[in-house]
């Protein structure tokens, strides 16, 4: 993929967080990789999504380098890099700190499968991560932010998300629009758990049944364009 395309699907995921009424003022940032080239494009920390262009995403390698771009890429980006380097499969990562999905982070729980909405998108309970020591803050905060989502993720191709104790959510998909997409149906189910009254997480076969009907290889709801 050229880096111009690369950079123009980061700007338009960033772009939608702000749409979806994801992130206020500068919080939250959106980047996606070409792993052919082993390169990230991400937003650059501290700018208003209103005055962002393609040209001030910030692409870096996988080590963190930056490649091109004149502003400083997101503090957030070791966290993002971390991410990519230990999930192989995902495409691009999304971190707001969005209402609902936040408050589940900051009372460090995690999200059961409460219906169906979650089982369509997530397979399986959306977890929380352990807290950072002293030394992991004082030290390679973000990188090591990366590293506790990671330790704690038993499943990220099956649960793009995760919520980091004391902090916010992380997303994940096949790209930083898929990212997006996840982020606001984590969300939107974030939300109903918070408003639920009796707490009972669906059954096994319901999980399954809404979580295989779209992904996976007999998946067979929506339209078949292959
Ligand atoms: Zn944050």
Same mark, same amino acid.
């Given at each position: 993929?050229?880096?111009? @395309?690369?950079?123009?699907?980061?700007?338009?995921?960033?772009?939608?967080? *702000?749409?979806?009424?994801?992130?206020?003022?500068?919080?939250?940032?959106?980047?996606?990789?070409?792993? @052919?080239?082993?390169? *990230?494009?991400?937003? #650059? $920390?501290?700018?208003?999504?209103?005055?962002?262009?393609?040209?001030?995403?910030?692409?870096?390698?996988?080590?963190? +380098?930056? *490649?091109?771009?004149?502003?400083?890429? %997101?503090?957030?980006?070791?966290?993002?890099?971390?991410? &990519?380097?230990?999930?192989?499969?995902?495409?691009?990562?999304?971190?707001?700190? %969005? +209402?609902?999905?936040?408050?589940?982070?900051?009372?460090?729980? #995690?999200?059961? #499968?409460?219906?169906?909405?979650?089982?369509?998108?997530?397979?399986? @309970?959306?977890?929380?991560? +352990?807290?950072?020591?002293?030394?992991?803050?004082?030290?390679?905060?973000?990188?090591?932010? $990366?590293?506790?989502?990671?330790?704690?993720?038993?499943?990220?191709?099956?649960?793009?998300?995760?919520?980091?104790?004391?902090?916010? #959510?992380?997303?994940? $998909?096949? %790209?930083?629009?898929?990212?997006?997409?996840?982020?606001?149906?984590?969300? @939107?189910?974030?939300?109903?758990?918070?408003?639920?009254? +009796?707490?009972?997480?669906?059954? !096994?076969?319901?999980?399954?049944?809404?979580?295989?009907?779209?992904? $996976?290889?007999?998946?067979? &709801?929506? !339209?078949?364009?292959?």
């Amino acid at each position: 993929m050229e880096i111009k @395309e690369l950079k123009n699907r980061a700007l338009a995921a960033n772009l939608a967080l *702000v749409k979806h009424n994801l992130v206020i003022f500068t919080w939250g940032n959106a980047s996606e990789i070409d792993r @052919e080239n082993g390169l *990230v494009a991400i937003k #650059p $920390g501290g700018i208003k999504y209103t005055d962002m262009t393609a040209d001030d995403i910030v692409i870096v390698g996988l080590d963190g +380098r930056i *490649v091109e771009g004149k502003l400083k890429p %997101s503090s957030d980006t070791p966290t993002h890099l971390e991410l &990519y380097r230990r999930f192989l499969k995902i495409g691009g990562i999304v971190h707001t700190h %969005s +209402r609902y999905a936040t408050t589940f982070a900051q009372d460090k729980k #995690p999200l059961p #499968p409460y219906g169906t909405t979650h089982a369509d998108y997530f397979h399986g @309970e959306i977890p929380c991560t +352990r807290e950072l020591t002293a030394e992991e803050i004082n030290s390679e905060y973000e990188l090591n932010t $990366g590293r506790v989502i990671a330790e704690c993720h038993p499943d990220p191709d099956g649960v793009p998300a995760v919520f980091v104790a004391g902090h916010a #959510p992380f997303t994940w $998909g096949k %790209s930083a629009m898929d990212a997006v997409y996840n982020s606001v149906v984590l969300e @939107e189910i974030a939300q109903m758990a918070l408003l639920m009254t +009796r707490k009972e997480p669906v059954s !096994q076969a319901l999980l399954d049944k809404h979580y295989f009907r779209k992904h $996976g290889k007999n998946a067979y &709801y929506g !339209q078949n364009y292959s």
